[in-house]
């Protein structure tokens, strides 16, 4: 395999573009065993995900799970499954292209947006390279997490970098590191949630649901544990709960070791013993509707919930494709582009383009 990846044709006299690429986790390419075998073992070979020694996690990996999870994983992707594909992969797409619009709308209208998935399709190197063919040569990358965590955001950025020392000639990069106290996604969940309470009453309850990672990594610094903490205190705040109205918990655990607690499952079937009346879910950690919120919380929580006794429960969709996010989403992008959307923009010999970088003609 060659050293660096193939640049595109060098073009002159033409305006460098600042591009900006979300990336999120992944989906399989279809909700079959076959699809999500390949897709299963990329994400559970990542040392950020699974951090244990490398030689026993093969022989799990590949002896045990592998043989068995995908058709069981293959199942539950089929309960959610659009016409469309994958609720993650159709959000993240919507977003995407909502978000240049909307930045278009800002007078940003040069910019060149895209999305990724850390696994699976399209792959952060093939879109970097479309980017790259597209004259981008200042990008920003915005993991879709908005709560940090070496196992989610740290590792989109490893492939992202990756990917950037395979090319020859590398563009200047900026990250945007979490965004899980920025106000205008908190006001967002706040309307998202508030607009739900329009057509039912506030419920008993509000559980805010975050991805579960294990607790060791939070002893050995990973500040996810926190950064959840203080989503879930600035929502209640903005939804003005008192600390008996809601409880933040964390979901999808997997194997035998400790993950954060409480465990959602845990809170959903306690809640459910207390006969509780109302409950509402909701999962701020994810800005796309998924696997996870939609197979997991919607369907295997509600059970989970009734089945132990309790009323009424109701799920509250992710942002998704809301306006409200989408302008918070293309705030964020500005903020974090500011100096560069002021540079004067250069060909590739580094020679001012003035009348281009205006849209005329030279």
Not at 11 to 37: C, E, F, S
Not at 63 to 80: C, D, F, N, Q, V
């Amino acid at each position: 395999m060659p050293r660096y990846l193939p640049e595109p044709p060098i073009k002159h006299d033409y305006a460098a573009k600042t591009g900006v690429l979300l990336i999120n986790l992944g989906t399989p390419n279809a909700p079959t065993a076959q699809a999500l075998r390949p897709y299963l073992k990329q994400f559970l070979s990542d040392p950020r995900v699974i951090e244990i020694p490398r030689l026993p996690w093969w022989l799990i990996l590949n002896g045990i799970i592998l043989r068995t999870r995908p058709a069981k994983s293959a199942r539950k992707y089929a309960s959610i499954w659009t016409k469309e594909g994958s609720p993650l992969l159709v959000h993240t797409r919507s977003q995407a292209k909502l978000l240049q619009g909307q930045l278009g709308e800002m007078g940003l209208k040069d910019l060149v947006v895209d999305f990724a998935m850390r696994y699976g399709q399209p792959s952060i190197e093939d879109v970097i390279g479309k980017m790259r063919a597209q004259g981008v040569e200042r990008l920003l990358l915005i993991p879709l997490y908005p709560q940090y965590a070496a196992s989610s955001s740290a590792t989109a950025l490893d492939e992202a970098f990756r990917v950037l020392t395979r090319l020859r000639n590398m563009p200047e990069v900026r990250t945007v590191r979490h965004f899980h106290d920025d106000p205008g996604y908190i006001d967002s969940l706040a309307a998202r949630i508030r607009q739900h309470w329009q057509y039912g009453q506030q419920p008993d309850k509000l559980v805010m649901s975050f991805h579960g990672v294990p607790r060791f990594t939070r002893d050995k610094g990973d500040p996810y544990y926190c950064e959840c903490q203080k989503t879930g205190r600035l929502l209640a705040e903005a939804l003005r709960l008192q600390a008996d109205q809601y409880v933040i918990s964390f979901q999808s655990r997997f194997g035998r070791t400790e993950w954060l607690q409480p465990y959602t499952s845990a809170v959903l079937t306690e809640l459910g013993k207390a006969k509780t009346a109302k409950l509402d879910v909701v999962c701020p950690g994810f800005v796309g509707d998924c696997l996870e919120t939609l197979e997991e919380i919607a369907m295997e929580g509600k059970e989970t919930f009734l089945s132990n006794g309790g009323g009424e429960f109701r799920y509250i969709p992710c942002l998704n494709e809301d306006s409200q996010w989408i302008v918070s989403l293309a705030t964020i992008v500005k903020d974090n582009l500011a100096g560069w959307l002021e540079k004067p923009a250069e060909d590739s010999r580094g020679r001012l383009v003035r009348a281009q970088a205006k849209g005329a003609s030279s």
